[in-house]
């Protein structure tokens, strides 16, 4: 039995944060009944064409979930959604701010109808203070939380390249959302859960944040390199391979020094004898290394590290990401259905022992719409009216 079996989730979701969320809650075991515009659809579905002409974002972040094609500005949406909800022990929204009011589908309004529901908004900045009203899209959100400030060159800051903001936003939203079910199961009552993109990656930005605020200035952007820590980052072998590297105290500086670096002068070099002094001794210490590693293949690099027993690894292309020995070694890759075929899926990282997540597929739009309306009691020849008149 998965965990949130007869668990059901229906959500009015778009693009990452909150079909990221969801899209674990089914792979746990709830049934994610996933609410889309009849034309054209989450918008994410169009981003791109290259998974059997799917979209990467989509497919990443869709599995597992029924697809219901609805308008919810018809006029018969509102009583279709309310069957839909009576059943519902999760609610979960991402529209622009104020929209799911508008709609009344705001939190007020339905958990005085439904009190054990389980409400959740993610927004952008949240509904209330001066940005409450401010669109939100995942690189303003960086920009907002000063992570490009501390991410990039001396030079040039740049972005992360992984929507940072919508993944945190949906990983908050998933704990917040399975804490919100263990307390209604205690104490019979619903919650309603704000869950802010900016807050999510503020929570994630706390080291360079006490940091600056506590000493007064922020941490150097350093590009690979660690803002803070030397060495730590990439380091070019002799033969165009690079190798990242950490060291993180004054034992493993001196096995760097014996086993990788062969040089007990450097271990007793005043400007690497703390990490401070290599701090301010960065440009020295960098200088000594790839000395060193310019004689070596990248390979040869890697042994000495492993004898050292000091923290390293390959820059990898995503392709050598891809195709990394350890998912293998794992089991980690399961076979998920599309419109388009069968295509390889990792294994969310849950883990739990005597469980094995769902891994459903990737829903073509609209594609589970006629049996939930089936279901909620709608006869084969309304489906049809209702597709007439562009309702689904």
Known sequence: MRPLEGITVVSLEQVIAGPFATRQLAELGARVIKIERPRGG??????DGTVNGMSSHFVWVNRSKESLSLDVKHPEA????GKLLEKADVFLQNLAPGAADRL?????????RHPRLVWCGISGYGPAGPYAEKKAYDLLVQCEAGLLSVTGTPEVPSKAGI???DIAAGMYALSSILAALLRRGRTGQGATLDITM??????????PGYFTAYGGSPPPRSGAHHATIVPYGPFLAGD???IFLSIQNEREFGRFCDTVLRSEALKTDGRFSSGPARLQNREAMHEEIERV???LTTEEAIGRLEIADIANARLNSLQEFWDHPQFEARNRWAKVGTPGGEIDALK????IDAFEPRMDAVPALGSHTRAILQELGYLPVQVEQLAAQGAV
Do not use: H
């Open 42 to 47: 989450d918008a994410a579905r169009g981003y």
């Open 78 to 81: 509102k009583v279709i959604l």
């Open 104 to 112: 009344g589908l705001g939190a007020a309004e339905l958990r005085s």
């Open 163 to 165: 929507p940072v903001a």
């Open 198 to 207: 900016f807050e999510a990656l503020g929570e994630w930005m706390g080291f």
């Open 240 to 242: 165009g391979g690079t």
């Open 293 to 295: 590693f310019s004689k």
């Open 348 to 351: 969310p990282p849950f883990n």
